[in-house]
Structure formats: structure tokens, C-alpha cells
């Protein structure tokens, strides 16, 4: 199974692309697209709620294995741009370059293009990403992005593999109330291997739950792996107890406070003492408060785009997380609002 979002500015033609590349499904702040011919399976997240927010967009990144950047032969824009940082500060490693609308555009300016991105894109998360130019309307490289999309999802998949050793861990994006079943949610294995009747938290509740039933696309399963989009019937839970973000697992941290070392984009504007950005981790999110800002072990009162940065910061919602988690930091006031990332001290 090979998950993708496409993400871009609202002139990139991303939603007709994501259209083309399978049937309407769950529509929501993002909507999702399947696709299955001959044993391939593709979903595709088109997080239509960007750019007007960029949590839909932190989420389908979230669920998603490989991106794919949509750019418009106008070039790059504020929100493209945008989308570049978001991708180099989640360190996002398996994507796409997509040349939209080729059927507008010359082969020269199409050149000219890309290789303007590949200037911008150097010692980025992006630097070794493939190019390709499409058009929705004479399908010109739709057959061919198709096949670097399944290519890309091969070698997805060998990593996934190494994954399913892990315990269990699985991200939840919708949850809702089935009658005569319950609680079901949606969302995406993490890590590990998850069985029906194995019993698992709710975190960051802390709330002990059993998975009653699998399925992977609508079809009855005893098992999911690694990497796989599940739906969960669950037992012990109501479908109001559980929101976007919660993690099923064994083992998660909780806190509402976080201490981050953190690294800034050169075009973050930076944040001062009480200063509020907006904080990611997976698919939650919450506003805090910097409460103290520490660079070389000494406490300054903003925070620099050219050291490590440690930084303590204070919130009133539980969030979790484990070890390996990338918290990405937002200032939601700002035009380009991805800022910086880090990871708990």
C-alpha cells in the first residue's frame, strides 16, 4: 500500500491531480483518494484546507509516506515556498517534484523551472527529489508520475518492514460512532504489528482500550503492519473520547510542557520570553507559552536562527509523544509560518 499526499499553492492544480489519481473517499479538512489495480493500492491525501490552515497539512505529511510538491508554470509562490520549509523541517525523505499544467508551458520555461527549484532546493530534504511535468488535461505524464509514485512506495515498503519489530503504535485521524459496533477509528500503523483483541492506551488519555475488529480498505483483517491505513472497531471507548491525534500504543510521554533543542529556518523572525507559537507533533497540535530561552547553556531573551536553541515552554493541553518525535514550531501570525523544529531534551 503506498500512501501520498500532494500539497502546493490553490493555483498549483493539485486537487485536479489528486482527482485523477483515484475515487473520492473520506472528506474532511483534507480529502483522501483510493486507488487498486492489479495488487496496488494508493491512497492519496489532497489537504484542501491549505493554505487557509496548515494543520491539514501537518496531518495528511503526517499520514503520508511520500509527498508530492505540485508547482504551476507561474513558479513559486508564498505558499510553495512554504510548503519546501515545511517538508526540509519535518525532514521529509521520499517525494516528488511535480510540473503542473505542462500543456500551458513551453519545454524551455518548463527547464527554465525546474531548474530554479533545484537552485532553491539544494541542501534541503528535497535536494535528491525526482521532477517530473503532468497535465490533467492531456494526461502528458500521468502514466509515468503513476509509476514513480508505485516505484517510490516499493522502497517505502522495504523500510516499513524493518518497522513491524517495533511495538505497536497507531496515529488516529477520525474517529465516530458506528451503531451496533461502537467507537471506530481511522488512521495509520505507526510501528509494529496490530492484532485484533490486542489491548492497547489511548494516549494521551491514558485510557486502556481493545481492538475488537481490523480492516484495511473496507475488507475484514486479524493483522495490520506497519505503514498500513486501518480502521479499528474498538472496545472500552466511546467515539467521543477519542480526537484527532491520539496515539494507540503501549507506552507513550505525556506532558503539557515541553523543553525542545531546537533549530530555526533563516526566516523565522525567532520568538521572545512569552511569546506563544504553535507547536506539532504527529497530528496534534497546541498553542505555548516560551517561558525561558537558553543559547550555549546561557539564557537570553530571543531565541537565534544561528545556534541550537533550548527552549522551555508551558501549555495547558496534554500532548504525546515518544523518543523519536520531530515537534515542529509554528508562528501562525507570520506569512511563512513554519519557523523551526525540535526534539524533547
Known sequence: MTKIIIIGSEKSGKTTLAAKLGKKGTVADFTMYDFAKSGKVLTTIDATGYPTAIKPMMAGLNLSDIAVLCIPPEGLDLYSGECIIALDLLGYKHGIIVLTKSDTSYPFAIEELKEKITKLTTGTALENWEYISVSTTSFEGMEELKEMIFDLGE??????????????????????????????????????????????????????????????????????????????????????????????????????????????????????????????????????????????????????????????????????????????????????????YGYMA
Open 155 to 340: 522502497v517505502v515498503d522495504k523500510e516499513l518492514e524493518e518497522l513491524n519489530e517495533l511495538p505497536p503504535r497507531v496515529v488516529v485521524d477520525q474517529t465516530f460512532n458506528v451503531t451496533g459496533i461502537g467507537c471506530v477509528v481511522l488512521g495509520v500503523v505507526d510501528q509494529g504489528i496490530i492484532n485484533a483483541k490486542d489491548k492497547l492506551i489511548a494516549f494521551p488519555t491514558d485510557k486502556q482500550i481493545e481492538i475488537r475488529s481490523i480492516q484495511l480498505h473496507d475488507v475484514d483483517a486479524k493483522t495490520a503492519p506497519a505503514g498500513a491505513r486501518v480502521g479499528l472497531a474498538l472496545k472500552n471507548v466511546q467515539s467521543k473520547d477519542v480526537e484527532r491525534g491520539f496515539v494507540l500504543s503501549q507506552k507513550e510521554e505525556v506532558t503539557e510542557d515541553l523543553t525542545l533543542k531546537c533549530h530555526f529556518t533563516p526566516f523565522s523572525k525567532g520568538f521572545a520570553i512569552e511569546d506563544v507559537p504553535h507547536i506539532f507533533v504527529g497530528l496534534q497540535s497546541a498553542p505555548m507559552r516560551v517561558e525561558k530561552i537558553l543559547v550555549n547553556g546561557e539564557e537570553v531573551k530571543r531565541t537565534t536562527t544561528e545556534a541550537e536553541c533550548m527552549l522551555t515552554l508551558s501549555g495547558s493541553k496534554l500532548l504525546a509523544y515518544n523518543g523519536s518525535d520531530r515537534f515542529i514550531i509554528c508562528n501562525l501570525d507570520e506569512k511563512q509560518r513554519f519557523v523551526g
